[in-house]
T-cell receptor, first 114, second 114 residues
Framework: NAGVTQTPKFQVLKTGQSMTLQCAQD?????MSWYRQDPGMGLRLIHY???????DQGEVPNGYNVSRSTTEDFPLRLLSAAPSQTSVYFC?????????????FGQGTRLTVV | AQSVTQLGSHVSVSEGALVLLRCNYS??????LFWYVQYPNQGLQLLLK??????LVKGINGFEAEFKKSETSFHLTKPSAHMSDAAEYFC????????????FGTGTLLAVQP
């Protein structure tokens, strides 16, 4: 049982390049989310999904796209990378949306945009 | 809008000393509160979560948190710090009760001195 798996772990992009951060979970969780972590700012929600085919924007969605074609996968796309998107990205999943259900996090992807 | 405030971005304690990490929340409804821990170069791991009706919540690794509605606080404590407790700690609240939309505090980096 791998939990939440993120790839790659590290990535360097040039300004203007595009890329996809992969996230997969093997716990059959309906609910998945993407966060970015910046020093002194904690984690902020980028996009989230409540099931296959259903996504919505979080607090900081600009510059990012998501899709959810299967329960297992929730990729995050950077369309045209900017230095402001240099951050650590975390994917999370949970089996329920309500109450105090635990969210399970991946190991993170450290992205640098030069 | 709900929010979480963590006082003290850096806390340093001696091994064996009391650990106290502060968290205050802003919520107009009963909150769903969490403490997560992030060890270096790792993802986030749940330490403990608030359960409705409880005032003292026990978590893993000897950590506890006391819920005080009158003070809108959910401070994290551990009676005796261990070197392995050195990590970053995040308090979080679920946005509108949705666990897949967590609002995080800015984090507190705990250093444990020998």
């Amino acid at each position: 049982n791998a939990g939440v798996t993120q790839t790659p772990k590290f990535q360097v992009l040039k300004t203007g390049q595009s890329m996809t951060l992969q996230c997969a979970q093997d716990m059959n969780h309906e609910y998945m989310s993407w966060y970015r972590q910046d020093p002194g700012m904690g984690l902020r929600l980028i996009h989230y999904s409540v099931g296959a085919g259903i996504t919505d924007q979080g607090e900081v969605p600009n510059g990012y796209n998501v899709s959810r074609s299967t329960t297992e996968d929730f990729p995050l796309r950077l369309l045209s990378a900017a230095p402001s998107q240099t951050s650590v990205y975390f994917c999370a999943s949970s089996y329920s949306q309500t109450g105090n259900t635990e969210a399970f996090f991946g190991q993170g992807t450290r992205l640098t945009v030069v | 809008a709900q929010s979480v405030t963590q006082l003290g971005s850096h806390v340093s304690v001696s091994e064996g000393a009391l650990v106290l990490l502060r968290c205050n929340y802003s919520s107009s409804v009963p909150p769903y509160l969490f403490w997560y821990v992030q060890y270096p170069n790792q993802g986030l791991q749940l330490l403990l979560k608030y359960t409705t009706g409880a005032t003292l919540v026990k978590g893993i690794n000897g950590f506890e948190a006391e819920f005080k509605k009158s003070e809108t606080s959910f401070h994290l404590t551990k009676p005796s710090a261990h070197m392995s407790d050195a990590a970053e700690y995040f308090c979080a609240v679920s946005d509108s009760g949705a666990t897949n939309k967590l609002i995080f505090g800015t984090g507190t980096l705990l250093a444990v001195q020998p």
